[in-house]
């Protein structure tokens, strides 16, 4: 093989890569984009139950068995101040959201209009569009509705 051809070779490999890499981002791109109208389709159930967890709160009901936790990267009610503790009752949730916790991924916090929320709580999120990012919001929406019963099922058992 010549010098030529093994630059040829090399160039190749490059272009393929590069296509290869424009092709995963547009795919991605598309995943971020059906995600984000999911949770946009979910808002108004995530208000409704942020409001019945506030009605919860405000009445001395709440307790932590339904906040999120970076342990368990259950799905759960995100206080204000983001700090969720499950033997604390906390601020009233104003969100809902999956934490990642620790190596396990990103979190994801959504409020009741169902737009992420980006940068307001220490352990930190990850950009949107990211393939860390998708992943955890379709872990979100697909325990959403599991989620949403026990919730509903607790408070009609009051």
Request: hydrophobic share 35%.
């Amino acid at each position: 093989m010549t010098t030529q051809e093994r630059i040829d070779r090399i160039n190749a490999v490059k272009e393929a890569k590069a296509a290869g890499d424009a092709r995963r981002l547009e795919e991605r791109s598309k995943k971020t984009a059906e995600l984000l109208a999911q949770l946009k389709g979910l808002a108004p159930r995530i208000k409704d139950l942020i409001t019945v967890a506030q009605a919860l709160w405000d009445a001395g009901q709440g307790n932590g068995e339904f906040l999120c936790d970076s342990w368990a990267h259950k799905i759960g009610f995100v206080c204000s101040d983001g700090i969720n503790y499950r033997n604390f009752v906390p601020q009233r949730p104003e969100y809902m959201g999956q934490y990642g916790g620790g190596y396990c991924g990103t979190d994801i916090i959504v409020d009741s209009d169902g737009h992420p929320v980006q940068g307001r709580f220490a352990n930190g999120t990850e950009p949107i569009g990211t393939e860390t990012w998708n992943g955890k919001a379709q872990c979100f929406i697909n325990g959403f509705d599991a989620f949403e019963k026990q919730f509903y099922g607790y408070v009609d058992n009051l």
